[in-house]
């Protein structure tokens, strides 16, 4: 058992969703395919990654296969301490990584690298009104996209949940890096600065 406060937090949202229904999760995707293909930004070429829905995430694959044909579909591999982003479709070889969770059976080292993407969603265990996400706690995502907090880069980054997610408030670390959008089943939140 742990007393950090974040750790503590990510678990009791993380049973929050998991205690969500099944016909609540599904009906959840396909109200969430919708706001990820209506964002200002969701018509951009190029490659666009999601993520393997597991441990109660919110499912992917109802936006996936609404995907415009300029976009391709990509799925992040572990490389190193970063992460990677392999092209994959329904079908295609798949293998765990460390943590038990599926990715492309490609070498990491010739996935793409972050810079090369165009649009990734990731998956949230929490978020505040204000925009403000909790992942994890492993720092994946903030390591790959840091190159973010120095300059306006591409790609454009979306964190999705479902609404029963949401407290009231998430501190800020000087490692996180910011979203552009938060997108639940129920709204689309435009996250303000983080130095705001």
Known sequence: MTDDPRQLLRQ???????????????AAAETLALHLLTLPFAEVS?????????DGEIALHRWQMQLPPQQTYCLPVLHGKLLRFAPWRPGQALVSNRYGI?????????ALRPEEMALVVAPLVGFD?????????????DRSF???QRQAA????????????Q?????????DVAVDAI??????LYPEPLNA
């Open 146 to 148: 840091a190159f973010r």
């Open 129 to 141: 009104p204000h925009g403000r996400r909790l992942g994890m706690g492993g720092g994946w995502y």
């Open 167 to 175: 407290v009231p408030s998430l501190p800020v670390e000087d490692w």
């Open 46 to 54: 190029g490659h666009v990654a999601g993520y393997w829905a597991m």
């Open 12 to 26: 009791r949202l993380r049973q929050r969703r998991r205690d969500l229904p099944a016909a609540e999760r599904i």
């Open 102 to 110: 599926p990715e492309p059976d490609v070498d990491p080292a010739q």
């Open 154 to 165: 591409p790609p454009w980054l979306v964190g999705v949940g479902f609404s029963a997610q």
């Open 183 to 188: 997108c639940t089943e129920q709204a689309t």
